[in-house]
Nanobody, 125 residues
Framework: QVQLVESGGGLVQAGGSLRLSCAAS????????MSWFRQAPGKEREFVAA????????YYADSVKGRFTISRDNAKNTVYLRMNSLKPEDTAVYYC??????????????????WGQGTQVTVSS
């Protein structure tokens, strides 16, 4: 398994942008698909975006499509989430997760064995 550490969260006004980073330890990072999830207070953890092991395929929740971009740098063992046109409803703790299948098609949190500690994103109106 890989160990994951998120960073880059913060407070931003509606319409603003943030870039989240997730740094992974371990030599096998490039074999994992990586996903971002988020969890707002009182709500279940939900899928946001995923990228396959090579970076050639990306997937997005409908709620963020066209506003968020997931990318990865396997040389740096890091996955990113660029978030533009942020809305108050994007406020949540954002988590990265590693998917050992490599494909990026897992959507259930229970399918992921490695999680970061989360980073808070707050969007003010």
């Amino acid at each position: 398994q890989v160990q994951l550490v998120e960073s880059g969260g913060g407070l931003v006004q509606a319409g603003g942008s943030l870039r989240l980073s997730c740094a992974a330890s371990g030599r096998t990072f490039s074999s994992y698909a990586m996903s971002w999830f988020r969890q707002a207070p009182g709500k279940e953890r939900e899928f946001v975006a995923a990228i396959n092991w090579s970076g050639g395929n990306t997937y997005y929740a409908d709620s963020v499509k066209g506003r968020f971009t997931i990318s990865r740098d396997n040389a740096k063992n890091t996955v990113y989430l660029r978030m533009n046109s942020l809305k108050p409803e994007d406020t949540a703790v954002y988590y990265c997760a590693a998917d050992s299948t490599g494909w990026g098609t897992s959507r259930l949190p229970s399918n992921f064995g490695s999680w970061g500690q989360g980073t808070q994103v707050t969007v003010s109106s």
